[in-house]
């Protein structure tokens, strides 16, 4: 377990997990793989998701297109539910969107940024090292996964058309 890569910070994983009562205590290993299985499920919706916007001739993955995976795909028939919770897509397109406030693009951001900055910084960063170092190493199940969610995509764009 001591060699797993893994994009999501544990801390906030691991945070995550004591937000249950229930769970008293959860060990390392746990975590990481919680971690992990969150980041391979996360992974596939993306895909599915950019395969449909590009059914759709768009290269933007859209509110749309993830509703699209959830409805579709029994894979993520658990997240039928958090569909409820999203903005309306007239909210998000409003003045400035989501990423107003942002600090891109000149926008101004209250606070001096602090630790929280930092940390988003240093994720970023280690992210962006990773991805150089395993730029075309996948393992089997990773690409046995990939095919997997590339076959029900495939299956259902030609169930669309």
Do not use: H
């Not at 895909?47 to 993520?76: P, S, Y």
């Not at 994720?123 to 393992?139: H, L, M, P, Q, Y």
């Amino acid at each position: 377990m001591a060699d797993l890569r893994l994009q999501l910070p544990i801390s906030r994983v691991k945070r995550i997990c004591k937000l249950d009562p229930e769970m008293n205590a959860v060990s390392a290993d746990a975590v990481k793989l919680l971690a992990l299985a969150a980041e391979k499920y996360v992974s596939i919706l993306g895909r599915c998701a950019g395969k449909w916007a590009l059914a759709n001739a768009r290269k933007t993955v859209q509110i749309g297109d993830i509703e699209q995976c959830i409805q579709k795909d029994w894979l993520f028939a658990i997240l039928e539910d958090a569909l409820t919770d999203w903005p309306e897509e007239s909210a998000v397109d409003g003045e400035g969107g989501r990423n107003e406030g942002d600090g891109e693009d000149g926008d101004e951001v209250e606070g001096d940024g602090g630790k929280a900055a930092e940390e988003a910084e240093d994720d970023e960063e280690r992210v962006e090292d990773e991805d150089e170092a395993e730029d075309g190493e996948k393992g089997d199940d990773d690409q046995r996964v990939e095919d997997e969610a590339d076959e029900r995509v495939e299956d259902e764009d030609e169930s669309v058309q």
